[in-house]
């Protein structure tokens, strides 16, 4: 069975303090990484893609990168503006079209 | 706006009566998916149509719960006999035909409460 973990659950960071976000998979025949963003009470809104290992994708402050089991998101330099949960999803062989999320870290930067 | 609409946005209603939810997918996109999110946790898939047919369907699904998508456009996800268990936010996404590994994109969901 696929299985998606996101570690820490919850981030608090200062303004401008770096840090990582770190998505492990164990599954049969990654096909896609996915990272999104979820404000409170809205939906998930889309950031990256990955697909195979080495691969990294950049857009203004985060910085998504993939190796064979894991997945992090780097922030450089948070704004509080970022403050959200971001979920990490795949698509593999046996999940096929479908998505397995995983539970998201919770980010809070402090001005 | 051409993103995924979901209607209606919130809705109340008391154990043990039906509720319908619609999802207007991002125009010329074949595939549509229905999730469910509970506080605190990541989404989780319910079902999956390519145009009108429906593909996959969570084993945890319940025969409570029935999906359409007639002629490929809109979809409706229904409930029926709601729970309190049902509670939680619904979630629709649909993605292009275009490749086989592409992400969705999600509209803003409908949150139910049933009371």
């Given at each position: ?6 570690s ?13 976000l770190?998505?492990s998979?164990t599954?049969?025949?990654l096909r ?9 009470g809205?939906g998930p ?5 990955l697909?195979s290992a080495?691969?990294?994708k950049e857009?203004?402050r985060?910085?998504a ?9 780097h ?8 403050s ?5 999803a795949?698509?593999?062989?046996s999940?096929r079209?479908?998505?397995?999320f ?10 | 706006d051409t ?6 946005r919130?809705?109340?209603t008391k154990?043990g009566?039906?509720v319908?939810?619609?999802c ?5 996109h ?11 946790q ?10 009108e047919?429906?593909?996959e ?21 229904e409930?029926q006999r709601?729970?309190q268990g ?10 292009s035909?275009l490749?086989?590994n ?7 969901g ?6």
């Open positions: 069975e696929d299985q998606v973990t996101q820490p659950e919850a981030l608090r960071l200062q303004e401008g303090e770096s840090s990582s770190n998505c998979y599954v049969s025949g896609g990484l996915f990272w999104y963003r979820q404000d409170p809205k809104e889309f950031l990256f893609t697909y080495g691969e990294e857009k203004e985060l910085k990168t993939l190796t064979k089991k894991e997945s992090f998101l922030i450089t330099a948070p704004k509080p503006e970022d959200a949960t971001y979920l990490c795949v698509q593999t062989s999940s079209q479908n998505f397995v995983g539970p998201g870290t919770r980010l809070s930067v402090l001005p | 993103g995924v609409s979901q209607n209606p919130h809705k109340i154990r009566q039906n319908t939810f619609r207007d997918p991002i125009s010329e074949n595939r549509l998916y229905w999730y469910r999110q509970t506080l605190g990541g989404p989780e898939f319910l079902t999956y149509f390519q145009n047919a429906q593909l369907k969570s084993r945890l699904l319940s025969d409570r719960f029935s999906a359409e998508r007639p002629k490929g456009s809109f979809s409706t996800l409930i709601t729970e049902d509670s939680a936010m619904y979630l629709c996404a649909s993605s035909r490749s086989l592409t992400e969705a994109f999600f509209g803003q409908t949150r139910l409460t049933v009371v």
